[in-house]
């Protein structure tokens, strides 16, 4: 196996690792929660320290978050939007529009920039409510694409010893140090573990409820400005 794989995404202008995070989560909610895009800060932060769907899991505060938005809307890869009668900026990502992508290639970069090195197969699978592969050739031709793309945003990497499937990893912070990742066990600026156990699962509950709550609150602010209009 390669130990570093070469075609950085752009020397010039690689990712943090807390920008690769909020950026894939922004592409990420987009999908998902449509109803809740852009983004508020809050909703952001929440999204960026869930213990489900992440790889590594991340602890980011509220000023790490912003000044991470406020670098990513220099780059011109997020915008922040002031909309009328709010009280908060929201922010949405221009990912599709700065390398010019379609869905199914959003939805490629962002699991791998939230779930680290993955098969073809295991993309499919997790991208099926951000786009709907037909198949793994489908999500195959998805990744070549954006192997082929000048800079490189993804990079193929060499089987490793023991198994059947090559795995993919995205570019967007350099080259991609394979065994470094694998003897981290993917844990590198992690916050935290995913593992199966009990306390593990109770954590991650805590922390979806908690996204919860702060979701539900963030509405009930949307709408009681909303009313005030009108009183």
Not at 31 to 36: F, G, K, Q, S, V
């Amino acid at each position: 196996m390669q130990d570093d794989i070469p075609g950085s995404f752009d020397p010039a202008s690689d990712l943090d690792p807390q920008e690769i995070r909020v950026l894939g989560v922004l592409a990420e909610k987009e999908a998902l929660t449509p109803d809740n895009y852009p983004m508020s800060l809050n909703a952001v932060m929440n999204g960026c320290n869930q213990l489900s769907s992440r790889d590594p899991v991340m602890q980011m505060s509220e000023d790490v978050v912003h000044d991470t938005l406020q670098r990513l809307m220099q780059r011109k890869l997020v915008n922040g939007i002031a909309q009328a009668g709010a009280r908060v900026i929201k922010y949405e990502h221009r990912m599709r529009i700065k390398w010019t992508l379609e869905q199914d290639k959003v939805a490629v970069l962002a699991v791998l920039m939230l779930r680290g090195l993955q098969t073809a197969g295991e993309i499919r699978n997790r991208t099926g409510r951000l786009h709907d592969f037909k198949s793994v050739a489908e999500a195959e031709s998805a990744l070549q694409f954006l192997i082929d793309k000048y800079p490189p945003l993804v990079a193929r990497l060499e089987r490793a010893p023991g198994t059947k499937e090559p795995r993919y990893g995205q570019l967007l912070g350099g080259p991609i140090d394979v065994a470094s990742l694998d003897a981290g066990g993917g844990a590198a600026g992690a916050g935290g573990s995913t593992g199966g156990s009990a306390g593990a699962r109770i954590a991650q509950l805590e922390q979806e409820v908690a996204a919860l709550r702060g979701e539900v609150d963030e509405l009930k602010a949307q709408f009681a400005a909303f009313r005030q209009q009108f009183e």
